[in-house]
């Protein structure tokens, strides 16, 4: 089994950057994960809707055929930690599938990531940063590992 984190945008601020790249080194000792980041599209701001389909197509054109594809939006279901382990990480784990996780830009999601997603799974109700999306997504996988091996980072 394999995650990885596509997402649109760089952390350019910094801010967020050290504590991604400890979860992510965490996440390593149980399965390689891998974040990839691609350009935002130059229609951002000028023409919102070319910009979510642009930045669709280059999310899907990444996506491999073994990979469970979960497409993180703030209108998605909402699911506690424990369930985000069962149904998403300890899924794949017994499944031997491979993780994608999406995340989109300033504009969100294009209807056709959305048709795309196996699963559409909202961190909050709050709209979040793309960047601090990223960051609650790793702790949350970082916890969801815990969860599924017993272990005592989840209280
Ligand atoms: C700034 S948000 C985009 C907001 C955009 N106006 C929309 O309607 O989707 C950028 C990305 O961060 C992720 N994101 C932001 N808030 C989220 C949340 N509460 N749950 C899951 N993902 C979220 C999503 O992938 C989203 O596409």
Same mark, same amino acid.
């Given at each position: 089994m394999k995650v990885r984190i596509l997402s649109i @945008?760089?952390?350019?601020? @910094?801010?967020?950057e050290p504590a991604i790249a400890e979860y992510l080194k965490r996440i390593r000792r149980y399965v390689p994960v891998e974040l990839v980041e691609l350009p935002p599209s130059k229609? @951002? @701001?000028?023409d919102p809707q070319r910009a979510r389909e642009e930045e669709g197509q280059s999310l899907l054109s990444r996506l491999k055929d073994s990979e469970r594809v979960v497409v993180l939006d703030e209108r998605g279901d909402l699911m506690g930690s424990e369930a985000f382990s069962r149904e998403i990480v300890q899924d794949a784990m017994n499944r031997g599938r491979d993780l994608a996780f999406l995340i989109g830009g300033a504009e969100g999601h294009s209807a056709a990531v959305r048709s795309r997603a196996d699963r559409i799974l909202a961190l909050s109700p709050l709209t979040l940063a793309h960047r601090l999306a990223r960051l609650v997504l790793v702790e949350q996988l970082y916890r969801g590992f815990a969860i599924a091996r017993g272990e005592p980072y989840h209280k």
């Open positions: @945008g760089a952390d350019k601020s @910094g801010l967020f229609k @951002g @701001g000028i």
